[in-house]
């Protein structure tokens, strides 16, 4: 009996012990491994960018998303082209701007006064890496079809994409931190993902994108969410940033 009691005990801790990894450690490891994989990915592919290594596939990707006998007109009816517009406007800055301030409303509001400040900072700040990661490549637009979308800076890596990324998926990162219910934490990082990829996609369907520029983006802002969510998790540890456990019992 004494022996199946301690086998029992150490059943219970065994199971514990992998809870506690499978919730902490499991999430940490997963977000080392998109801030060194977005860091490694971005590297090389603007070194092959700039070697002009990439070129060859940048314009046949983007030559199937148009009309093969008419370049000028993209894929799909005028409705589709009109959807195109729709979701890249969604990786502009004005909306980018609204959904931060509504999510910063929304930590303020649940007492979340900490992570809210946080949020304020690390949004921002992965904006403004996007606009000297721009300005430093400088590199041209794509020539090859008329652009359906007003463009002002470079095209390396995407703004919208990853100011897009930066802030959605940032965004969530910071709110799962802030929220117990595992059910709502997979849904807020699956729309985050969502909204980056079609934000991503309509840039190259408008042609205002090289492919490359949309992927850079994507890894560059992946990157930069992942390290506010690891910065924030350290923050939590040390009672510095409100925890999803102090969420529990506000009301």
Not at 76 to 83: A, I, K, L, S, T
Request: hydrophobic share 50%.
């Amino acid at each position: 009996m004494k022996h199946y009691r301690k086998i029992e005990h150490v059943r219970r801790h065994g199971l514990s012990l992998l809870a506690r990894l499978g919730r902490y450690e499991l999430a940490v490891l997963l977000c080392v491994s998109v801030l060194s994989g977005g860091v490694w990915g971005f590297i090389e592919l603007a070194d092959a960018v700039i070697e002009g290594e990439t070129q060859s596939i940048d314009e046949t990707l983007l030559l199937s998303l148009r009309n093969p006998a008419d370049h000028t007109d993209p894929l799909g009816p005028g409705w589709v082209e009109e959807m195109g517009r729709d979701f890249t406007a969604l990786g502009g800055v004005g909306v980018l701007v609204v959904i931060t301030l509504g999510a910063l409303g929304y930590l303020l509001l649940a007492r979340h006064h900490r992570a809210a400040l946080f949020a304020s900072v690390a949004v921002p700040g992965g904006m403004l890496l996007s606009t000297l990661m721009k300005m430093g490549f400088d590199r041209p637009r794509p020539d090859l079809v008329p652009h359906e979308a007003m463009v002002y800076t470079a095209s390396f890596p995407s703004g919208h994409s990853m100011m897009s990324a930066v802030t959605y998926l940032t965004l969530a990162a910071l709110l799962i931190r802030v929220q117990p219910a595992l059910r709502l934490k997979a849904y807020l990082l699956i729309l985050a993902i969502l909204l980056t990829l079609l934000v991503g996609i309509s840039r190259v369907y408008l042609g205002v994108h090289w492919p490359t520029d949309v992927l850079a983006g994507w890894t560059a802002g992946a990157a930069w969410a992942a390290l506010c969510w690891l910065v924030m998790r350290w923050l939590q540890r040390r009672g510095q940033v409100e925890t999803e456990e102090s969420s529990s019992g506000t009301e």
